[in-house]
């Protein structure tokens, strides 16, 4: 364009002084109708992404991942998913690229045989992974390899056999022999007495982790009270991990974003407790029987197999995740026993009945519970009604994609099964599924016993099941016989529901109990 051109052009425009704002104003609605235009787009993009729109949920949950982080954070995902599932269905979008599955097919299928060993699982899991010499330290629990997974549950697999945690028994019978003392303490010379039984059941789990593990209980239960904030910590962080575990990229570019500006990285107070654990023993071995010493002799015998990583991150997860899930179901037991005097009367008649005929011994031992029917039963029923996670179980569907209830569900989506909903489901547990009632495990017909045993989901299914689920029965059904034994239990405030948080894990509060001697 050459210089005289440029001056007409200029002279010509300026003799038009209203040409000038209406060009203005017609750019400002250019990009008005643009945005609109672009926003649009991207909801029916997220709505028919692969097809999704075909499984049915709420439109908002169909284009933004805000809609489930929201729930979450409000800490109400599993019971929203389960009226979600009451309203749609077996199979339900809750994010533009998430679906809720629950049935027995959906355990089957996502979590069992989706290939040799059931889909991957998804980045949700990343977020669980500490950091350790600067990168993730990955864990049979979150490592989202599964041959890696595979390898490592082949290695140290026959650690967590009956056999195995039998011999670490004797660590309960301490915790056990303790938590007596502490609960004869606060009844004093009376008869009864008020107590914060989720805190103490909490401070029990914890201690008993801290003694199967490192032959330490943890001081909980002997002080009486939540050491260094460690479970106020924990609940903090299992939050942040459901809240934001939601919204994966957003978290990891924000924690990257922070550690550039600020120069510090996030931290995991409970991850640092469990590291001093394992390099205190490091530094002063011993030769205590704990799973510490099983991971340091393994380790020794195929380091190569069993890494020193591998031994931090199995000692991290043992005592983090797993204290919550004997907490969390204790917490079941006790509650809905107090719901139910006559059930509770009913384990107490068992478990009198059995020390009179010299079948139990003070304090009993895990063989000898193994065939107490209604026991087992009230465990079993308290870890169906009341599964420590409230989340889908996150797995990522493999190449090719899959059915599932007439529905295609296309490679890299997010499925999983939610243990709150399919714990549930009428067609597995019975019309009154909704209801705690130990007793469908012992007069239901064989058929749907053996029903409920395969799709009872609290510990999961498939390859990904719990590592630690032997051990956790030991642990529960250990406390519960001496609690029993020795108290009976009821609600200070029995028409005062409890409160339950809806995240990751389904812990419960405010359930102040009375407890009465026995003796």
Partial sequence: MNEKFQTDLFN??????????????FSGLSWTVASVFLGIA?????????????????????VTSLWKWYIVRQEQMPFRNTELHEKYGPVVRIGP???????????????????????TKSGIYGILQPRYEGTDLHNVFSTQDATYHAALKRTMGSLYTTTAVSGLEYHLDDCTHLFMSKMNGIIGSGKSAPVDMAAWLQYYAFDSL???????????MDAGKDVDGICHLDHEQMMYFAVWGQITTVERTWAGLKKLVT?????????NFALKLVQDRQANPNNETDMLNTFLDLHKAAPEKFTIRDVIAAAYIN?????????????????????????????????????????????????????????????????RIHPSTGLILERRTPKGGTMLHGKFIPEGTIIGVNCW???????????????FRPERWIDSNPADITKMRTNVFTFGAGARNCIGKNL???QLTKIIVELYRNFDLTLQYPDKEWTVSGGWLTRQSDMEMIITSRG
């Fill in 42 to 62: 991207y909801l029916t993009h997220a709505h028919f992404y692969h097809g999704l729109n075909k499984v049915p949920g709420p439109f908002l949950a169909s």
């Fill in 97 to 119: 690229n998430h679906v809720s599955a629950s049935s027995a097919e959906s355990i089957m299928v996502v979590h069992r045989h989706g290939g040799k060993s059931g889909f």
């Fill in 421 to 435: 909903v399919v714990n549930r489901d009428k067609g597995i547990f019975g019309q009154d599924a909704d209801s």
């Fill in 472 to 474: 956790a029965m030991m």
């Fill in 319 to 383: 005592v983090v995740t797993a204290h919550d899930v004997v907490a969390i179901t204790l917490r079941a037991v006790v509650y809905y026993l107090a719901k139910n005097p006559e059930m509770q009367k009913k384990l107490q008649k068992e478990i009198t009945d059995a020390v009179e005929q010299g079948q139990l011994s003070n304090p009993a031992k895990y063989s000898e519970i193994t065939s107490m029917k209604y026991l087992l039963a009230v465990t079993n029923e308290a870890l």
């Fill in 210 to 220: 801290g003694a199967v593990n490192f032959s330490k209980m943890l001081g909980f």
């Fill in 263 to 271: 120069g510090a990285r996030k931290e995991n107070p409970l991850f």
């Fill in 12 to 25: 010509v425009t300026s003799s038009f002084p209203y040409e000038i704002p209406a060009f203005k104003e």
